[in-house]
């Protein structure tokens, strides 16, 4: 079975400074879909950022962009110029590709503030 | 149209009522989640859909009732509910087969069991 682990439960970070956020997963699959989901307090889960674990370039989505080392099974999330509107909980996830009712397996999460 | 519509957002229900929440979808996928949500915690998976016949039940209590009458259209129907049955109940759909993976997910609705 697949697991994820975020070990950060909560960070904070200045207005406009740049914050990492850390996850880990374990796997036997070699082929399979990463993702970070962000779900403010308004509670609506929202995808941030996606990796194919073919695809060795790192995924980026303006602010947000990621590091995934496939060998070490890490998939860590950058954001850059970090906004008030990024306080929220990030939570990673891991999925194996196929039919549409392969559940997502979720880490924890990351509660992250960002501090005016 | 990227939206996964759920309502309502909030209720309120004794443990005696029979309540649904609904969960709607016009994206074409056909398949849907239903997740259940504690505070602080990440979402854990509820049900399955695939093509509107159920495919994965994780265990859940009967008191939870899903139903997918159509392709967009996803119910869970609930009677007899506990307290700790209180939390955030999420839908989310997904294409049935995809080369992203990526689930669409709805705000929510906060069940709260008197």
């Known amino acids: 079975a697949q697991t994820v682990t975020q070990s950060q439960p909560e960070m904070s970070v200045q207005e406009a400074e740049t914050v990492t956020l850390s996850c880990t997963y374990d796997t036997s699959e070699n082929n399979y879909y990463l993702f970070w989901y962000k779900q403010p307090p308004s509670r609506q889960m929202i995808l941030v950022i996606r990796?194919?674990?073919?695809?060795?370039q790192n995924a980026t989505e303006n602010r947000f962009s990621v590091n995934f080392q496939k060998a070490a099974k890490s998939f860590s999330l950058k954001i850059s110029d970090s906004q008030l509107g990024d306080t929220a909980m990030y939570f990673c996830?891991?999925?194996?590709?196929?039919?549409?009712?392969?559940?997502?397996?979720f880490g924890k999460g990351t509660r992250l503030s960002v501090i005016a | 149209d990227t939206e996964v519509t759920q309502t309502p957002k909030h209720l309120v229900m004794g443990m005696t009522n029979k309540k649904s929440l609904k969960c709607e979808q016009h994206m074409g996928h056909r398949a849907m989640y239903w997740y259940k949500q504690k505070a602080k915690k990440p979402p854990e998976l509820m049900f399955v859909?695939?093509?509107?016949?159920?495919?994965i039940n994780e265990s859940v209590p009967s008191r939870f009732s899903p139903e997918c009458p159509n392709s967009s259209l996803l119910n869970l129907h609930l009677h007899a509910l506990q307290p700790e049955d209180s939390a955030l109940y999420l839908c989310a759909s997904r294409r049935g087969v995809t080369t992203t993976g990526e689930l669409f997910f709805g705000e929510g609705s906060r069940l709260t069991v008197l």
């Open positions: 996830a891991f999925m194996k590709p196929g039919s549409g009712n392969t559940p997502l397996v």
């Open positions: 859909y695939s093509y509107e016949k159920l495919s």
């Open positions: 990796q194919e674990a073919y695809k060795q």
